[in-house]
């Protein structure tokens, strides 16, 4: 039987990463760096040496407030009904926190901030794997406060336990992947022709 997949993302600082790899984040538009979670599990089921079987995307990122942020939260609103388009896509969604008096009277450079995005991830991937839900789970992430998790997991493969695996950028600006100096994990190195196929030129901000 092919092994079971479940590709856990950190969306938005996936996003940010493909930006600052293959974009001039301060020129590039807002849709520089998207991506299509469904084809980037895909992509990595497909250029797999072994056989699997993409069973779940599970997606993690902040949503905007419909009161604070009609404009953002109206695309985050479409990109989310297309990514739900597919029942192997679960979505995590958690409220941003926005600084007071945004947008116009807030410091300058203060912008909303993802909370409980990390903590909501950790959980999962070590409760799925405690769970038996998967064989395999790559994690695409470059947030240093998810190794906990990842070495929770590892440490559950010598007793049967899932394998460990991450996903990160391959290219110049691009941050590590979160890879732990005890353990051995492989890492999916996605470079610019794999972006090429998986980014998402959606303008999901434009009016209808």
């Not at 092994?3 to 479940?6: A, H, K, L, S």
């Not at 590892?154 to 007793?159: C, F, M, Y």
């Given at each position: 039987?092919p092994?079971?997949?479940?590709l856990?993302?950190?969306y ?13 984040p301060s ?16 992509w ?7 056989e699997?079987?993409l069973?779940?995307?599970r997606?993690?990122r902040g949503?905007?407030?419909a ?8 695309a ?13 896509v679960?979505c995590?969604f ?6 007071r ?9 203060a ?16 409760r ?20 906990p998790a990842?070495?929770?997991v ?6 049967g336990?899932p ?17 732990l100096p005890?353990?051995t ?23 209808f």
């Open positions: 039987m092994d079971r997949v479940i856990f993302l950190d938005q600082n996936v996003y940010k990463g493909a930006r600052e790899t293959f974009h001039e020129l590039a538009p807002g849709r520089d760096g998207q991506i299509d979670p469904l084809r980037l599990g895909t990595l089921i497909e250029n797999s040496r072994y699997r079987e069973t779940e995307v997606i993690y949503r905007p407030s009161s604070r942020d009609p404009k953002g939260h109206s985050f609103s479409r990109q989310r009904d297309a990514w739900e388009r597919d029942p192997r679960t995590v958690s409220d941003l926190r926005y600084p008096g945004w947008p116009d009277r807030c410091a300058p450079g912008k909303p901030q993802e909370k409980g995005v990390d903590v909501a991830l950790a959980i999962d991937y070590v799925l794997a405690l769970q038996d839900r998967y064989d395999v789970g790559i994690l695409m992430s470059t947030d240093t406060d998810l190794k990842i070495a929770t590892a440490e559950l493969r010598s007793s336990g394998r460990v695996e991450v996903a990160g950028w391959k290219g110049p600006g691009a941050k590590r992947p979160l890879l005890e353990v994990i492989w890492c999916h190195w996605l470079d610019k022709s794999c972006y090429e196929v998986v980014r998402d030129p959606t303008r999901y901000n434009a009016p």
